[in-house]
């Protein structure tokens, strides 16, 4: 082999030394107590751009197209970083904080998104600064005493015994997938001890969930990952209300049960997303029962009621249940992630556990040392529980309440609105903070036609989302489309929401003009 050249060894002492000299410059971005100043001067500087962004901002929504945002984005060198923070946050205005959709605008009235309080926030700032992991408990330590207290206060709250259990997750889907393995493995148990070792493959085939036409479409998708396929699923027939009908839940069991096929969980929501409708929890608790099956409670949007001053009512039975979903970024006005699994027996956890010598060994568990990881299908994950303790802190649980109770009051009003607007359908009177409705206006005397309201209304929402005036969502019913409001902002009031309406009426008015034009 020939030995370099003195050239070639002085070329590789200098490019060494420019990296170290890189990485010691590196090091000045570290977060410890040597760079603690830096870490809060950039912080601010993060803080004021958000900050000043969100009080020059006029509405909510540029109206950019995904082709443009795209190009932007996509012209970016990553190979060439910045000089310094100012310069990204500038940069970062333009990319993202300029055309970002913005929840606390009154005007934002589309999906299960809440404008997030100030408390959480905070939570925010501390948990990703000190970066817990809350697997284990020699990563998390206190970190996992808070978010063991507040499951426990959840399932107080839900109405649970001291057996309760649970753990944070990120979302209402991940929730119900949970809630839903440990059902599927529950069940799979209670067959094994009756027909013996049947390895699981064998097992799956008879399993079925039931669920009402109107639930989450994360039941369906759970019930594919856990091997079981979207045909598991039966959907069950609602009442005009959009509730599950416990008549037809019944029959659904019945015949299930005749024909040797197992009910492994029956998924009551309380809170659909299109109908905010909450499943007749008691009366279906009686069914499950009766089949010994498992009732999963899909709460993550109606979970807030929990905290209601005034609505709370609504989700009688919910004690009944075998599990609960409850979303903390929908109705505890949290920023995302942040949402809870509970199930009424702990030891139902165990279904879900699984040791590893390497990070919970059975020797930790067997000692009583709490490591989360135990019980939760995620292994590193965020202390996203502070936010939620925060805010419990600083505001109280009323507080809470009151803001969601604020946003159902003004669905209400908003549906008395609608229902005695002539040229506006009520698809169903308004339960918790959504409402699904049609423009429909008089055309030559008569209300415009089904399929010219089904082209209309997408159109609608299309145009005013592309001029960021408002933003509205769309669904369908019964085949047909319509627009829905989904109001969650204690600050917006009647006339707000007046305004978004007066704005599809103009728009659907513009559009039909147009479209009469373009024939003629």
Not at 29 to 56: E, I, M
Not at 121 to 147: C, F, H, K, R, Y
Not at 219 to 238: C, E, R
Not at 362 to 376: H, L, M, R, T, Y
Request: negative net charge; glycine residues 6%; charged residues 20%.
């Amino acid at each position: 082999m020939t030995s370099p050249s003195v050239e070639e060894r002085i070329a590789q002492e200098q490019d060494f030394g420019s990296k170290v000299e890189l990485a010691l410059a590196a090091t000045n971005q570290l977060f410890n107590a040597r760079n603690s100043p830096s870490y809060v001067a950039q912080v601010l500087q993060g803080v004021n751009a958000v900050s000043t962004k969100v009080q020059r901002t006029a509405q909510p929504f540029t109206g950019v197209g995904h082709a443009e945002l795209k190009a932007k984005v996509g012209a970016v060198d990553l190979e060439r970083p910045l000089p310094d923070t100012a310069a990204a946050l500038e940069e970062l205005d333009e990319l993202y904080l300029k055309d970002a959709i913005y929840f606390h605008d009154s005007r934002y009235a589309a999906h299960l998104n809440c404008p997030v309080v100030i408390p959480a926030l905070v939570g925010e700032a501390v948990l990703s600064a000190v970066n817990s992991s809350m697997d284990t408990w020699d990563q998390s330590a206190g970190a996992t005493m808070i978010e063991r207290r507040l499951i426990d206060w959840t399932a107080e709250r839900i109405g649970f015994t001291e057996d309760a259990d649970g753990v944070f997750t990120s979302g209402g889907s991940q929730s119900n997938f949970q809630a839903l393995l440990i059902a599927r493995n529950h069940a799979v148990a209670k067959l094994r001890a009756a027909n013996g070792d049947a390895r699981l493959p064998h097992l799956l085939d008879r399993l079925r969930i039931f669920t009402s036409v109107d639930s989450h479409f994360s039941i369906q998708k759970s019930a594919s990952m856990l091997g079981l396929g979207f045909d598991a699923v039966v959907a069950v027939p609602t009442t005009e209300d959009h509730r599950m009908d416990p008549t037809a839940l019944a029959a659904a069991l019945a015949e299930a049960h005749d024909a040797g096929l197992v009910p492994m969980a029956v998924v009551a929501t309380a809170g659909t997303t299109d109908f905010g409708s909450v499943d007749p929890l008691s009366e279906m608790a009686v069914l499950v029962r009766a089949y010994d099956s498992w009732l999963h409670v899909d709460g993550a949007y109606g979970g807030g009621l929990i905290v209601s001053g005034r609505h709370r009512h609504l989700l009688d039975g919910i004690h009944l249940a075998d599990s609960v979903t409850v979303d903390f970024h929908k109705t505890f006005f949290q920023p995302v992630s942040s949402s809870a699994v509970l199930v009424r027996n702990g030891s139902m956890m165990g279904h879900v556990t699984y040791y590893a010598d390497y990070l919970n060994p059975e020797s930790a568990a067997k000692a009583e040392i709490p490591n989360q990881v135990d019980k939760s299908i995620q292994t590193t994950r965020r202390f996203d529980a502070l936010k939620l303790w925060l805010t419990l802190r600083i505001m109280g649980a009323d507080a809470i309440g009151a803001l969601f109770d604020e946003a159902i009051d003004l669905a209400a009003r908003v549906g008395t609105l609608l229902a005695d607007d002539a040229e506006f359908e009520l698809a169903a009177p308004p339960q918790l903070s959504t409402l699904v409705f049609r423009y429909r206006p008089v055309v030559d005397g008569a209300a415009l036609d089904e399929d010219a309201a089904d082209v209309l209304n997408p159109a609608i929402r299309a145009a005013i989302f592309a001029s960021g005036q408002a933003v509205v969502a769309g669904t369908k019913v019964a085949g047909r489309h319509y627009l829905k409001f989904t109001l969650l902002n204690a600050e917006a009031s009647l006339r707000d929401i007046q305004e978004i309406i007066e704005l599809i009426r103009r728009t659907g008015d513009n559009l039909l003009a147009n479209t009469t034009e373009a024939a003629a």
